[in-house]
């Protein structure tokens, strides 16, 4: 496909290494970290054999590019089922930016995919530039991260000490181990995850993200992040719920970006362990369509919507309206694309998931 000089194409391994160094814009410095990342995120997605993206062309070189992740998800009962393609790891060359080549990028994948097992195109981190240009172009917003949070004054004062005096902690390495029925580890372990949310019944008339054994073995090895994971067993070796933090080095923060139980109770002796043992500074948990036994079991343990202390600590918006985006495949004029199996996909109300469908966690 051609637009104003470029040449918009399907991804292609020999353009790999071009990829890898534009990428930088958005990735960082770090070429070998960057590849890595690239690798686990594209080439690695358990849903799809070959790796799905668009590149543009400029006089033969790659000056600008969409990776694409592919989803399942569930809908009432594991049978019923449909995919999702998320556009992520967007980015364009400085001098080729505002000139519509992303707009463009994303029609070529409307046409190719529109016939396709692929019911929307999702984006799940967008922040307010994005999302701007998304609702130009028939995107919707579906739901906004809100974030409960949970602080500990003291740990976040010990900390700032002991940052100034230039004392290194190893945080990390001390909250591992077992705790009497609780593991914590910085080892996923796939199949007790998935045979744990097998049991776990699912929603009625409610969209929830597939979290199966495939799932499961590519999702966590993330090589950018580093997870650390809460096992409750019991005495059959079977875990019968779990957490997955997200932590964060340089603040001590964590963010729970997973979490399964098949009874409330479980999540709340994770939880009171972690919070007793004092292993992060702060805590924050995506607040979207949260169950509402879940919803009070955390406000039961001091999680509150406010996040003035969080700006603060970064000196930035923490939470700076990044959304959840989406649009469906075929002609955004028929509004019957909007729903799925009688669900209005439009309304945050109608899905059900933990951050990990996002792309930036």
């Known amino acids: 496909m051609l637009y104003k000089g470029y040449e918009i194409r399907d991804y292609q391994p020999d353009f790999k290494d071009q990829v890898i160094d534009l990428a930088k814009i958005i990735w960082g410095e770090d070429r070998n970290k960057n590849k890595a990342y690239f690798e686990w995120k594209f ?85 307010p530039a994005s999302a701007a240009w998304a609702l130009k172009t028939g995107w919707k917003i579906f739901a906004t991260r809100k974030y409960l949070r949970r602080y500990d004054y003291w740990q976040m004062g010990k900390r700032k000490i002991l940052t100034r005096v230039k004392v290194r902690s190893n945080e990390l390495k001390k909250v591992l181990g077992k705790y009497d ?15 744990l949310i097998e049991k776990i019944p699912i929603h009625d008339n409610t969209i929830s993200l597939c979290r199966d054994l495939e ?46 139980y098949l009874d409330i109770q479980y999540f709340k002796k994770i939880l009171a362990l972690l919070i007793s043992q004092k292993h992060f500074t702060f805590l924050f948990i995506l607040d979207v369509n949260l169950d509402e036994d879940l919803s009070k079991a955390l406000q039961g343990f001091g999680f509150h919507q406010r996040d003035l202390i969080a700006k603060f600590i970064a000196r930035k918006k923490i939470n700076k309206e990044l959304c959840y985006l989406l649009k469906p495949l075929k002609d955004k004029n028929q509004v019957d694309y909007w729903y799925i199996n009688n669900l209005d996909v439009r309304k945050s109300e109608n899905w059900k998931f933990t951050e990990i469908c996002s792309e930036d966690v």
């Open 181 to 195: 029925s609780i593991e914590v580890t910085q080892n996923v372990k796939p199949i007790a995850m998935a045979n």
């Open 215 to 260: 799932f499961m073995k590519w999702r966590f090895l993330n090589p950018s992040i580093n997870y650390l994971f809460y096992y409750i067993w019991d005495n059959d070796k079977k875990i019968n719920g779990y957490i997955v933090v997200k932590y964060y080095s340089k603040t001590g923060a964590g963010k729970i970006v997973d979490y399964a």
């Open 43 to 127: 080439e690695r997605n358990p849903y799809f054999k070959e790796m799905i993206g668009t590149i543009g062309l400029y006089k033969g070189k790659a000056i600008a590019f969409n990776g694409l992740t592919v989803l399942k998800w569930y809908i009432d009962n594991r049978k019923n089922i449909f995919y999702t393609i998320g556009s992520t790891g967007a980015c364009t060359q400085v001098n080729h930016q505002r000139k519509g080549l992303h707009t463009a990028m994303v029609e070529y994948l409307m046409k190719k995919y529109g016939t396709s097992r692929f019911k929307l195109i999702t984006s799940f981190s967008s922040n």
